[in-house]
């Protein structure tokens, strides 16, 4: 009987041991200012930029371990330093803009002790320099233009 005893208390400490902490869903952990970007009509071969950002919304700091893209046309620079409870880091994000069509990417960022990434999108439309001048063509000025008809 002592042995059944020792086996099981023994038993239960290596389990407990080796336990570790669940993993936390990521929206529990941060929160972006948007989820999506739309760049709207971009120029073939000029490269745009944008800059998530990234709020810790726990009481501990949040390390971002990784930010990758679903194409290597979507270059994501992810924070280096741990962003500290309530504080905001950037994610900046650049796309090459290389090939004429439809933007619809995505951007997976990775983060310490959460169960999946937190996904974030860029959105948009590349157009070919012509056509980019003449879509430039029907857009207002400023504020009080009008487009061209």
Known sequence: MKKIFLLAAAFALTTAAFAQPAP????EVIKMNVETHDFGKIKQGIPVTYVFEIKNITKAPVVITNASASC???VPEKPEQPIESGKTAPLKVQFSAAAVGPINKDVYITVAGADAPKVVH?????LTPEAYEEY???QPKSKDDKPKN
């Open 24 to 27: 936390v869903k990521v929206d």
């Open 72 to 74: 290597g046309c979507t």
């Open 122 to 126: 860029i959105t948009g439309e590349v």
């Open 136 to 138: 430039m063509k029907t």
